[in-house]
């Protein structure tokens, strides 16, 4: 059973920081592409961040110097470090973990950031 299991959420200030965390279970984590995603109220779920099995790095245009994904592979864990949060940086955070050699995608349950003053 596959499980990615998302913490680290909260309420921040802007211009704070947050480290979230993903960690999975029942696959193997090295072989899967890892991203974050995140969905503001009344918005579509939109890519922030993506970290391939190569550990290759792509992110929104939005979050670009203010955030920075990484992966530990002995721990099965994928890092999204979010500094600099702004207002517009609210919303559920949602790990997702894929294998385009399998097909399949798997999403966490979500995390609630919220950047409020």
């Known amino acids: 059973q596959v499980q990615l299991v998302e913490s680290g959420g909260g309420l921040v200030q802007p211009g704070g920081s947050l480290r979230l965390s993903c960690a999975a279970s029942g696959i193997i984590f090295s072989r899967y592409d890892m991203g974050w995603y995140r969905q503001a109220p009344g918005k579509q779920r939109e890519l922030v961040a993506v970290?391939?099995?190569?550990?290759?790095?792509n992110y929104a245009d939005s979050v670009k110097g203010r955030f920075t994904i990484s992966r530990d592979n002995a721990k099965n864990t994928v890092y999204l470090q979010m500094n600099s949060l702004k207002f517009e940086d609210t919303g559920v955070y949602y790990c997702?973990?894929?294998?385009?050699?399998?097909?399949?995608?798997?999403w966490g349950q979500g995390t609630q950031v919220t950047v409020s003053s």
């Open positions: 970290i391939t099995m190569r550990a290759s790095t």
């Open positions: 997702n973990s894929e294998s385009k050699i399998l097909r399949v995608s798997y």
